[in-house]
């Protein structure tokens, strides 16, 4: 065998990583670009729609898009799909974004404390991190929602409050690998307090994971929230949410589909745009500790 062959061989197994390197970095930018973009609009759109986002004009219903202005089209009370689908924005975003951080918040407490506490305490949290988990989340949401009554706050404290033994277990099995670590062993017997250790030493470990959980969580509450709205228990019907907007155009299917696709199509860019941002985060971690290794 020659050295050509052997170097052309050697070199073979660098490219198919080097186009994964590649393909992560460019997941994570247009997640990130896209991230932006909705961000952009929230703030421009979002938090002062147009008057089209709730008054509208009936001799101007079901205007097709890009017809007479309406970018989007309108819908059966003439309102511009364009300003419903911005002002929709804060309700869905940001239910999703305050149930994703509630998630994470008691995931992370709670996995930390099972991670670093032995004993009875560490079964007790295991126990009811499976019990919750037992239980559909989206069946406990709609009792709780049924029971509170609809808005903001009921509706994302409801679904952090289901979802958070899911991020509670992904963060225990992490910590219970970063606490057997050399340096965290180190602390430890130099007397530093266990939550100085778990500040200082164990959360900064766990970074990567709870990023990646945090953007592939706020895509599935921005999924459940469009769903109970969808079914007319999240957010007030009069809330121009995009699952309120998907809800209210069930009738017209067929006379106005862009009622349906508008909604739909913005419900699918944000989830796509936070899943590649999760993918992008989780393959930068990979390729951050195999150099490690």
């Given at each position: 065998?020659?050295?050509?062959?052997?170097?052309?061989?050697?070199?073979?197994?660098?490219?198919?990583?080097?186009?994964?390197?590649?393909?992560?970095?460019?997941?994570?930018?247009?997640?990130?670009?896209?991230?932006?973009?909705?961000?952009?609009?929230?703030?421009?759109?979002?938090?002062?729609?147009?008057?089209?986002?709730?008054?509208?004009?009936?001799?101007?219903?079901?205007?097709?898009?890009?017809?007479?202005?309406?970018?989007?089209?309108?819908?059966?009370?003439?309102?511009?799909?364009?300003?419903?689908?911005?002002?929709?924005?804060?309700?869905?975003?940001?239910?999703?974004?305050?149930?994703?951080?509630?998630?994470?918040?008691?995931?992370?407490?709670?996995?930390?404390?099972?991670?670093?506490?032995?004993?009875?305490?560490?079964?007790?949290?295991?126990?009811?991190?499976?019990?919750?988990?037992?239980?559909?989340?989206?069946?406990?949401?709609?009792?709780?929602?049924?029971?509170?009554?609809?808005?903001?706050?009921?509706?994302?404290?409801?679904?952090?409050?289901?979802?958070?033994?899911?991020?509670?277990?992904?963060?225990?099995?992490?910590?219970?690998?970063?606490?057997?670590?050399?340096?965290?062993?180190?602390?430890?017997?130099?007397?530093?307090?266990?939550?100085?250790?778990?500040?200082?030493?164990?959360?900064?470990?766990?970074?990567?994971?709870?990023?990646?959980?945090?953007?592939?969580?706020?895509?599935?509450?921005?999924?459940?929230?469009?769903?109970?709205?969808?079914?007319?228990?999240?957010?007030?019907?009069?809330?121009?949410?995009?699952?309120?907007?998907?809800?209210?155009?069930?009738?017209?299917?067929?006379?106005?589909?862009?009622?349906m696709l508008v909604p739909a199509g913005a419900i699918v860019f944000a989830v796509v745009a936070l899943n590649l941002i999760g993918d992008g985060i989780a393959a930068?971690?990979?390729?951050?500790?195999?150099?490690?290794?």
């Open positions: 065998m020659s050295m050509q062959d052997t170097g052309a061989r050697g070199l073979l197994p660098r490219r198919p990583r080097a186009l994964s390197l590649r393909a992560a970095d460019a997941m994570l930018a247009t997640g990130l670009v896209m991230a932006g973009l909705l961000l952009v609009l929230t703030l421009v759109f979002g938090l002062n729609p147009p008057a089209s986002a709730n008054t509208g004009s009936l001799m101007a219903r079901f205007r097709p898009p890009a017809l007479d202005g309406y970018l989007f089209g309108s819908d059966q009370l003439g309102r511009s799909m364009a300003a419903r689908m911005a002002a929709g924005m804060p309700w869905s975003l940001g239910i999703a974004l305050v149930a994703a951080v509630i998630a994470l918040t008691i995931g992370t407490v709670v996995g930390l404390v099972a991670a670093w506490v032995p004993g009875w305490p560490r079964r007790v949290i295991r126990m009811l991190i499976d019990t919750v988990i037992a239980f559909p989340s989206l069946v406990i949401a709609v009792t709780v929602i049924a029971l509170l009554g609809r808005g903001f706050w009921p509706l994302a404290v409801t679904l952090g409050l289901a979802t958070w033994p899911i991020a509670a277990r992904v963060v225990y099995a992490e910590a219970m690998s970063i606490v057997k670590r050399e340096y965290v062993v180190a602390a430890e017997l130099a007397g530093v307090s266990g939550a100085k250790i778990l500040l200082v030493h164990v959360l900064p470990a766990l970074r990567p994971t709870l990023l990646t959980m945090f953007a592939f969580t706020f895509a599935d509450m921005l999924i459940a929230e469009s769903a109970l709205s969808f079914l007319g228990l999240g957010v007030p019907l009069s809330a121009p949410s995009w699952g309120n907007m998907l809800s209210e155009s069930r009738e017209y299917l067929v006379t106005a589909p862009w009622m930068a971690s990979r390729r951050r500790s195999g150099r490690a290794s």
